[in-house]
């Protein structure tokens, strides 16, 4: 049974810096899509970045988040990860990890993916 759990998320001044957490079971992360995705209340979802699992690929940022969030992954731990550097008061949302094909959904969207976890919230407030 395929499951990813987010942790990580809490509340910080902009700024500041949180670390997201993707820990996947159920399948092995090598060669596998990982993504992570966020959405703000009454605001679309947005794809927020994306590795494809090979180490010749570059990682995807969406143009919000690029320089200031940095994803990476440990297989042996079946973990992906999400560094938030700078973060701003517009990052505020629930944030999501998510299966991908090649990153194409997190790309182009619609941001549809096969599997998802329960999200965990980011608030940046002063």
């Known amino acids: 049974q395929v499951q990813l759990v987010e942790s990580g998320g809490g509340l910080v001044q902009p700024g500041g810096s949180l670390r997201l957490s993707c820990a996947a079971s159920?399948?092995?992360?090598?060669?596998?899509?990982i993504a992570w995705f966020r959405q703000a209340p009454g605001k679309e979802r947005e794809g927020v970045s994306c590795d494809t699992g090979d180490a010749d690929a570059r990682p995807y940022y969406a143009d919000s988040v690029k320089g200031r969030f940095t994803i990476s992954r440990d297989n042996a731990k079946n973990t992906v990860y999400l560094q938030m550097d700078s973060l701003k008061p517009e990052d505020t949302a629930v944030y999501y990890c998510?299966?991908?094909?090649?990153?194409?959904?997190?790309?182009?969207?619609?941001?549809?993916?096969?599997?998802w976890g329960q999200g965990t919230q980011v608030t940046v407030s002063s």
């Open positions: 159920g399948f092995t992360l090598d060669y596998t899509a």
């Open positions: 998510a299966t991908d094909k090649a990153c194409i959904a997190t790309m182009f969207g619609p941001y549809d993916y096969d599997y």
